[in-house]
Nanobody, 122 residues
């Protein structure tokens, strides 16, 4: 019912910034909590950030707090992840996800995008 499409990934240098976007369709965007997860090669998919449908104060993984900012524009059915001070360890496929409650647990999110690759060179 809900489709999510990420974009904005690419190859960047350490210290650079990058903004990821996620476009939602097929549902009522404002009804959903929106989150970003990432999965590095050979690793489990892990939580990055989450924002409630009403906005407010987002929740971040400790590894990205102070460097990444999640935001949403309900009028445009978009969610964003602004990434700064990128490090090689940020290299991963980044996924946006839609759910009901804000949580760090992967399995709690019902809808997922296809992912966008972010590669940070040293």
């Amino acid at each position: 019912q809900v489709q999510l499409v990420e974009s904005g990934g690419g190859l960047v240098q350490a210290g650079d910034s990058l903004r990821l976007s996620c476009a939602a369709s097929g549902g009522t965007f404002g009804n959903y909590v929106m989150a970003w997860f990432r999965q590095a090669p050979g690793k489990e998919r892990v939580f990055v950030a989450v924002i409630r449908y009403s906005g407010g104060t987002p929740i971040y993984a400790d590894s990205v707090k102070g460097r990444f900012t999640i935001s949403r524009d309900n009028a445009k059915n978009m969610v964003y992840l602004q990434m700064g001070s990128l490090k090689p360890e940020d290299t991963a496929v980044y996924y946006c996800a839609a759910g009901i409650d804000p949580t760090r647990v992967v399995r709690a999110y019902a809808y997922w995008g296809q992912g966008t690759q972010v590669t940070v060179s040293s």
